[in-house]
């Protein structure tokens, strides 16, 4: 019976390993659950929430998630959060509906629960908090361009595919606020198909057809990439500017060869700082999340809620040769 | 000068019932359970509440149904690798149906006809045409999870019956689930068939000495024929029991659930390479995994971690009987 006696006994050692948690039951404890664990958007989201937590003062962060981006994992870390009962669960979804009986079980249980980056459907959450809006992302992406031309210039747009979804609904809300930037003349729009060699081909061609041009604007992580190149390969670093929307990660080198001089895109260590700041409103505070609500989110000023209880944080946040280096490892 | 004659007693069992019960490794396992229960109670002072203990067999209950199948069929000498992907692919249909206006029976009916399906094609291939099992399971693995991700590709079926939600939702009694029912009602037949049946004993020869079996006059090929289709079968009941607690069908559903329903199996004490091993073992088994994950889970270990943690589990549980014993042997020497 050695066997029994040496494998308890390990067992019993592992468990004391694993410590005793400090059990810190004052603290306000909020879960901010990531799609999987080891993703740098993630790891800088949790960054903010410490952020947050430390402003705050009394606010536990519990950063977790699943191994693999699966509703089931998440299911799995939802339950265990539930078991703890955490104060608030804050999650960005792996799966809009499959989330909702979990999520709905630990609004029943009294647990504050809200959804940020990717969204759970109304009735399994009380807010939602997207990181910017189409209004906003379509007025940043104009004026990321129009701010290098100050005098006024000739702008093309290289999107994605002519039925994408998102990059048709910015394109329109830029359009609508054109009149904000006078001097600034979009001459062309051409679809890359989000195709690493066609957005190429299609840039070269912009900057054939149109020998002015100012700048190009892709608001599209694949497009600004490939524009990037285009502009280096063609010599025309310095008089045509890339912008538009794009990864830190993936364009740091067209930040140092001067081809874009900024792009914006959201900010996840903003994200996890606010989704931290409107768990703890909602769960301390009293706050209601109900269409309409104002609800406070320290500074980064306060959420305005939807009819669907959905919210905007702020204008893309915009990177440049100041701080790309700070995030181009994160994500 | 008479010969008295002189009786010797020869013992048909080597050790008596109680002593083989207790070096058993469904013993050992017992033991490691309620040593990890207890390590648990002390680590989190959550972990001793019956509703946290109820939401936590839903780690494990639809993974075991489809393990109690596993099991025999790798008794047999066989496996199958594509026990997720028919999940995937009998989900799929099921979401199919309910576009199409299926009540909750239809999507039973139909979860449970696919997973037979599959299981039958896999048994086709393995039984009749003669091929390696772990080679037609692993192209059937791609294959059906393959045909799921065409129909919905980016997409997700959403929107079932109400009613369909009792399976993975609903509650017997108080903390007993539905899932946890039908767990013991499955572990109960697979138990019977396997310890009590002919069918069970015609296994366990099959899996010791496939040829000697089929001059013993047991049809080998059927049997293994059998096998497959019950764990295509259990894999609809757990497709049937997953879709219904997600509430929606996504092709991306239970994947790598096949690797932990067969580390399961293999905890269980049942051997890889076909002919030993017990239901009760891997009723065991079901419940060290869901009692470490769970216990993990309240710690806020992350999953990365925690597959380090059942890994070494796994091949300590394996490993300790096996040193135990070259370790008894030395001494002797």
Not at chain 1, 99 to 104: E, F, G, R, S, T
Not at chain 2, 187 to 194: D, F, G, K
């Amino acid at each position: 019976m050695s066997a029994l006696k040496k494998l308890t006994i390990s067992f019993a050692l592992a468990g004391a390993m694993l410590g005793a948690p400090a059990f810190a039951q004052d603290d306000v404890r909020i879960a901010i659950v990531a799609k999987a664990l080891g993703i740098g958007f993630f790891e800088a989201a949790a960054k903010g929430a410490e952020e947050a937590a430390d402003e705050l003062g009394n606010v536990e962060i519990i950063y977790t998630g699943p191994t693999d981006t699966t509703a089931e994992g998440q299911i799995e870390v939802i339950n265990s959060l539930i078991a703890q009962n955490v104060d608030a669960i804050a999650i960005s979804a792996n799966d809009t509906d499959a989330l909702v009986p979990a999520l709905k079980r630990a609004m029943q249980r009294g647990i504050t629960v809200i959804s940020w980056d990717s969204g759970v459907a109304p009735e399994g959450r009380q807010l939602h908090l997207n990181p910017s809006s189409n209004p906003l992302i379509g007025n940043m992406i104009i004026k990321l361009a129009a701010d290098h031309l100050p005098d006024g210039g000739e702008v093309a747009l290289l999107s994605a595919t002519t039925t994408s979804t998102n990059q048709n609904i910015w394109m329109e809300e830029m359009n609508a606020v054109m009149g904000n930037y006078p001097g600034i003349e979009v001459v062309a729009t051409v679809y890359g198909d989000d195709l690493a060699d066609k957005s190429y081909r299609e840039a070269i061609g912009l900057m054939q057809s149109y020998p002015e041009l100012d700048a190009i604007i892709a608001p599209t992580s694949v497009g600004i990439v490939a524009a990037a190149q285009a502009v280096v390969d063609a010599g025309k670093v310095g008089q045509v500017n890339v912008t538009g929307l794009g990864l830190p990660s993936e364009m740091a080198g067209a930040i140092e060869s001067g081809a874009s001089k900024s792009f914006a895109i959201w900010n996840p260590i903003d994200l996890g700082y606010s989704a931290t700041m409107l768990a703890y409103e909602l769960s301390q505070n009293g706050a209601e999340a109900a269409p309409g609500a104002e609800i406070p989110m320290g500074r980064m000023g306060n959420l305005s809620l939807d009819e669907k209880s959905e919210g905007a944080m702020a204008d893309p946040f915009v990177y440049d040769a100041s701080n790309i280096d700070d995030f181009k490892s994160i994500f | 000068m008479t010969d008295t004659p002189t009786t010797r007693h020869i013992p048909d069992r080597l050790n008596s019932r109680a002593v083989r019960i207790f070096k058993s490794w469904e013993a050992l396992l017992l033991a490691v359970a309620i040593a990890i229960f207890v390590v648990n109670s002390f680590a989190s002072p959550y972990f001793l509440n019956v509703w946290n203990l109820s939401d936590a067999t839903f780690n494990f209950t639809e993974k075991a149904m489809i393990a109690f199948a596993m099991a025999l069929l790798i008794i047999s000498g066989e496996i199958d690798l594509s026990v997720a992907s028919i999940i995937a692919l009998a989900s799929t249909a099921m979401g199919l149906a309910m576009q199409h206006g299926a009540g909750t029976p239809e999507l039973v009916a139909i979860g449970l006809t696919v997973g037979l399906l599959c299981g039958a094609f896999n048994g086709f291939f393995v039984t009749i045409l003669g091929l390696p099992s772990i080679v037609v399971t692993i192209g059937t693995m791609s294959l059906f999870r393959g045909v799921s991700y065409i129909i919905l590709g980016d997409d997700s079926f959403r929107g079932y019956p109400s009613s369909f939600a009792w399976f993975g939702q609903g509650y017997i009694y108080w903390v007993f689930t539905v899932e946890m029912l039908l767990f013991v009602i499955i572990a109960i037949i697979y138990a019977v068939l396997l310890h009590k049946s002919n069918f069970g004993r015609a296994i366990y020869a099959i899996g010791n000495n496939p040829t000697g079996a089929l001059f013993s006059g047991i049809r080998v090929q059927r049997v293994k024929f059998i096998l497959f289709l019950l764990t295509g079968l259990m894999s609809g009941v757990a497709a049937v029991c997953l879709t219904s607690r997600l509430g929606s069908t996504r092709p991306s559903i239970a994947s790598g659930m096949e690797l932990e329903v067969i580390t399961m199996v293999v905890l269980g004490g049942v051997n890889i390479l076909g002919g030993s091993g017990t239901i009760p073992g891997v009723v065991i088994a079901a419940f060290v995994m869901g009692l470490v994950t769970f216990g993990l889970g309240l710690l806020n270990v992350p999953g990365i971690v925690m597959s380090i943690f059942i890994g070494l589990l796994l091949i300590g549980v394996i490993a300790l009987p096996r040193l135990w014993a070259m370790a008894a042997a030395r001494r002797k020497a």
